[in-house]
C-alpha cells in the first residue's frame, strides 16, 4: 500500500542569517516544496525508513510534504523553532511528471521543541484551500497536528527511533482524528519495526456509495504492523535488503458489507 508522488518532490533554495551563536532567520521558497505543517513525512522518519507501507493518516498528518508553491519564513533561537508557511494547499494530481499550477492560497504555523539531540517536538496547525482533488466540492480543511520523535544512537551499529503523531483534519463542521506510533531497532545488518495506528474516517474517504445511510457516518480503524529486515548490501547511499511484514486492520461491524469482516492479516 505504497503512495504515489511526484517524480520532482523539492525544488527549492533556502538561505539563513545568524545573529548569535544561539539565534538566526531563514527564508525557505521553492517551486516545490514543504511548507511549515505537520512531523517530518513518513519515508524521511528513521522510525518508519523499513515500513514498506504508507499510513492511514498520511493525509491527517504529514500529506503536504510535496507542495507546488511554498514560501516560508522563521526564527531559530536555542532550542526552539518557530516557522510559518504560504503555500499550495491543494494535492498534486494524477500527472506525476508534469509541473503542477503554482498557488499561494494557504497558510500554516508550526513551532518545534528539541530539548535534547535525541528529542524533538512539534505542533502546528494549517488551513488548506481545495485541499483533495477527489472533493472538488470541499473549500478548505483545517489541519492540526502534535508528534515527538526519538532517535538514540546506541551505539556505531545500534540505533533505537520512535514517533507518535496525532492528527486532525476539521472540515464542514466536523473533526476526524488519527493516531499514530512507530518504532525501528537496528542492530548491524538488521532491523526490527513496527507502527500502531488508529484513524477515524468518514464515508466519503471509504468510498461508500452516498445513497448508504454510512456514508454520512464516522469510523475508527486500525492497523498494526511488525517486520524484520535484514540488510544484504551496505553502500554509499544505496542499502539493498530482503525482509517481511505482518500487517493486521480492523474496523467496526458496521462496515461489513464491504470489508467482509472486522479483523484481517496480510
Known sequence: RQHPHDLISELAASYSFKVNDKQSFFIYGGIVGEPALGPPMFLHRPSGANNPDAPIGHHWQDASHITWGVITGGYNFGKFKIEGSVFNGTEPDENRWAFDTLRLNSFSGRFTFNPTEDWSFQISHGYLKRPERAEPELDHLRRTTASAIYNKAISEDRNWASTFIWGQNYKEGHATNTFLFETDYTFGKNSLFGRIERAQKDG???????????????????????????????????????????TFNSNPSALTPYYGGTQHTG
Open 204 to 246: 466519503h474517504e471509504l468510498v461508500i456509495p452516498h445513497e448508504d445511510p454510512l456514508h454520512e457516518g464516522t469510523f475508527w480503524l486500525g492497523t498494526y504492523s511488525a517486520g524484520y529486515v535484514r540488510d544484504l548490501v551496505k553502500g554509499k547511499g544505496v542499502d539493498v535488503g530482503l525482509g517481511g511484514m505482518l
